[in-house]
């Protein structure tokens, strides 16, 4: 039977890490006798997020967030190292996800490879699939991301920047490197009758259009933009979206997170006090999953985020997204996703160069979805074929 670790896993507080480990899990358990294993800082709470997927959950023995710590359960340091090695020790693949954990932004890429460089040494084959890397600041994460990825049985980026960055600058072998997708052009949506039932707790009326902003209260952390610029650009732009498009406006808080500073929630609700003449609805709903998040933002006219994965949720339903964001990976994914023919300014515009320009509100709410969204329907295929072949891969790799 095999068996694979999956690492690289926070917290499904975020949705878009949910949507990253539902849609490996579900896809590699479609066999029967295939075992999946996410090691994370908050087990209860992403077993439950990810029932149904086939995966279950354990605290990271590897990595221990104190941020977290009350979410997992207490251990001794010799009965954490001792569940760390059995673990690996019956593991017939890990697998990392991550999207972009190994960058210089967060500071815990060097962690996340201590499972997969323990793997190595017990001659379990392992693997990274759909990353976005770097940049990194700091030589010794730069040196120690660059031998892990050296040895691994398989290494797959989701985006066309990552590619470039690690054949170029960190010199690793094109022949090592493949392009792929995010897992999550994979995810399945939530039914219709669901989806509906959202949106009316939500107040809005099921069959009226409607806009999605799906807002970050965790992007002033990295950038130079203050808590108040960043509210005031957020409240510009739900404001110029009402007066341009007349749609009613959804606010999708991606990340529910425990920890106040990265709770996308409040942020929402912050935005909606200020617009008491605009018809807004914040879809906070407790059980809300990053399949019914994907399901509202794939049933929007226009979907503007400051979440990757929220972006994804509507580019992979054909749904035109624009991204706000604060590093390449946005830039990579949303570019690859479009294409040339796409001018990356119209879907992708740095978090600070939009809080400063005061243009920008109005330029993003004029954009011609009609024509994204028909470019969209001939790029889609090539992004979930993409995804697809990484679980093909994954499969190759047990069986070998």
């Known amino acids: 039977m095999p068996n694979i670790l999956i690492t690289g896993v926070t917290s499904c507080e975020s949705r878009g890490v949910e949507a990253l480990v539902r849609s490996l899990a579900t896809a590699l358990t479609v066999a029967a006798d295939t075992t999946v294993i996410v ?43 001792e569940r760390a090695s059995r673990l690996v020790k019956h593991a017939d693949l890990v697998l990392a996800t991550g999207g972009d954990l190994h960058t210089s932004d967060y500071g815990v890429s060097t962690s996340y490879l201590a499972v997969l460089d323990r793997a190595h040494k017990l001659g379990v084959p ?19 991301f660059t031998a892990t990825a050296a040895r691994l049985d398989l290494l797959t980026v989701r985006e066309t920047t990552t590619l470039a960055y690690l054949t170029g600058e960190l010199v690793l072998p094109a022949d090592q490197v493949v392009l792929s997708a995010d897992p999550a052009f994979l995810l399945q949506p939530s039914g219709t009758d669901r989806t509906a039932q959202l949106l009316a707790d939500a107040g809005l009326d099921p069959v009226q259009e409607y806009v999605c902003l799906a807002p970050s209260r965790g992007v002033t952390r990295y950038s130079t933009v203050t808590d108040a610029q960043h509210l005031d650009a957020l409240t510009r732009l739900a404001d110029t979206l009402w007066r341009v498009r007349r749609r009613p406006l959804v606010l999708v808080p991606h990340c529910h997170d425990s920890r106040e500073h990265n709770d996308d929630r409040l942020l929402a609700w912050q935005i909606a006090a200020r617009l008491p003449n ?7 709903g407790a059980g809300t999953g990053a399949a019914d998040y994907k399901a509202v933002l794939g049933g929007a006219e226009l979907v503007i985020s400051e979440r990757l994965h929220a972006s994804i949720g509507a580019l992979s339903s054909g749904t035109p997204a624009v991204a706000l964001g604060h590093s390449p990976k946005f830039h990579g994914v949303l570019a690859d996703t479009y294409g040339p023919a796409v001018p990356s300014a119209d879907v992708h515009r740095d978090i600070a160069d939009f809080t400063a320009d005061p243009a920008a509100a109005e330029h993003l709410a004029r954009l011609d979805t009609a024509k994204l969204h028909d470019h969209l329907a001939t790029r889609l295929p090539t992004q979930v074929a993409l995804a697809t072949a990484d679980i093909a891969r994954v499969r190759a790799l047990l069986n070998s």
Not at 126 to 144: C, H, I, K
Not at 278 to 284: A, E, K, Y
């Open 278 to 284: 605009v018809p807004v609805h914040v879809l906070d």
């Open 126 to 144: 392992t693997a990274m699939v759909g990353q976005s890397v770097g940049p990194f600041t700091d030589p010794a994460e730069q040196t120690a």
């Open 39 to 81: 090691l994370t800082q908050t087990p209860d709470l992403d077993a439950e997020a990810l029932a149904g997927s086939g995966a279950d959950c354990t605290a990271d023995p590897f990595v221990v967030s104190r941020s977290w710590a009350t979410m997992r359960p207490v251990e001794t340091e010799q009965h954490r190292r």
